[in-house]
């Protein structure tokens, strides 16, 4: 398979475009302390929220071609004039399942004796998750207890409700009870952690959750 990348899911290969290189480092974690004197071990706060928060990912991808310089501007226009300075959601072949946004800044570049044209594609201040393609649909007929499963990126779901219902659920040593009409909600408590999270329900109708994974 030819490595490819798209562009708000454009096939740069279906422009004529190959992927020479590409790098997408681990987004470096926030860190801030504070070092009081007379104390061996700086007050740290990195995980001052309950986890780590996480640093705008970078990433840069290099492109290129063969063409005479015409056809190589003519090409290179297009993608500038279409994605330069816009925030875009980045597809690896290798990844299919995730994407990345990211503003976008675009180099182009023309050597005359090889008749090669590359462009220069880079972000720095592209979010630290990267995303699922899909949205994570689970479904609950009747009371009975929900197991969401969540990748590691922490998740809010949206919940619809068809009738009346009642959510119970844990986070930590805190506990939260909900009762809601018919509609959708969301609720900032119910915020889903890695791996498998339980809700009890009570209703007579139909509660669907809606939320995306993702991971760095």
């Known amino acids: ?52 928060s996480y640093q705008p990912r970078t990433f840069d991808i290099t492109l290129s071609c063969l063409k005479y310089r015409e056809i190589f501007n003519r090409m290179a226009d297009e993608i500038i004039n279409r994605f330069a300075g816009r925030l875009v959601d980045v597809i690896l072949s290798e990844e299919p399942a995730l994407y990345c946004v990211g503003t976008l800044e675009i180099t182009p570049s023309y050597d005359p004796l090889a ?7 880079n972000s720095s201040d592209a979010d630290a998750y990267r995303y699922r393609t899909e949205e994570t649909v689970a479904v609950q007929n009747g009371s009975g207890t929900a197991v969401l499963t969540n990748d590691f990126m922490p998740a809010v779901p949206a919940v619809t409700v068809t009738e009346e219902t009642t959510l119970k659920w844990q986070v930590g040593n805190d506990r939260f009870i909900k009762t809601v009409s018919a509609g959708t909600w969301t609720f900032p408590e119910l915020e889903l952690v890695q791996g498998e999270n339980e809700i009890e329900i009570t209703t007579a109708g139909t509660v669907t959750f809606r939320y995306r994974e993702g991971r760095l």
Not at 18 to 33: A, G, K, L, M
Request: charged letters at 15%; glycine letters at 6%.
């Open 1 to 52: 398979m030819i490595p490819d990348v798209k562009l708000n899911s454009v096939s740069m290969l279906n422009l004529g475009w190959i992927r020479e290189s590409i790098n997408f480092p681990t987004p470096q974690p926030q860190t801030n302390t504070i070092i009081v004197p007379g104390r061996n071990s700086p007050i740290r706060y990195t995980e001052a929220l309950g986890r780590v």
């Open 115 to 121: 008749h090669k044209g590359q462009l220069a594609i």
